[in-house]
Nanobody, 125 residues
Framework: QVQLVESGGGSVQAGGSLRLSCAVFGYTYSRMSMGWFRQAPGKEREGVAS????????YYANSVKGRFTISQDNAKNTVYLQMNSLKPEDTAIYYCAADYRRLTDGLDPRGYNYWGQGTQVTVSS
């Protein structure tokens, strides 16, 4: 059973940075689609960034391009989301997700079977 554990959320002022981590437990297969999603109060869950764990090109939502970077450390079984130039509208619960398949649309939450518990990110103006 795959387990995902996020960490690194917190509160920061606009313009600041945070790095989220997602540790992956319980699998040995080296190829996996990984994604970061977020959900703000009253809004649907939206894809932020995704990557296929064989080093394929990452994908980003337009709202975070140039500010967020998804990366991975295969030796540590961990995926990261570096968030720079944070804005108040980035405030949300951020979730890590994984699936064994190479997903056609890595930013669509419906494609993922495994989810972390979420970590809160709050950006104040």
């Amino acid at each position: 059973q795959v387990q995902l554990v996020e960490s690194g959320g917190g509160s920061v002022q606009a313009g600041g940075s945070l790095r989220l981590s997602c540790a992956v437990f319980g699998y040995t297969y080296s190829r996996m689609s990984m994604g970061w999603f977020r959900q703000a109060p009253g809004k649907e869950r939206e894809g932020v960034a995704s990557i296929y764990r064989d080093g394929d090109m990452p994908y980003y939502a337009n709202s975070v391009k140039g500010r967020f970077t998804i990366s991975q450390d295969n030796a540590k079984n961990t995926v990261y989301l570096q968030m720079n130039s944070l804005k108040p509208e980035d405030t949300a619960i951020y979730y890590c997700a994984a699936d064994y398949r190479r997903l056609t649309d890595g930013l669509d939450p419906r494609g993922y079977n495994y989810w972390g518990q979420g970590t809160q990110v709050t950006v104040s103006s």
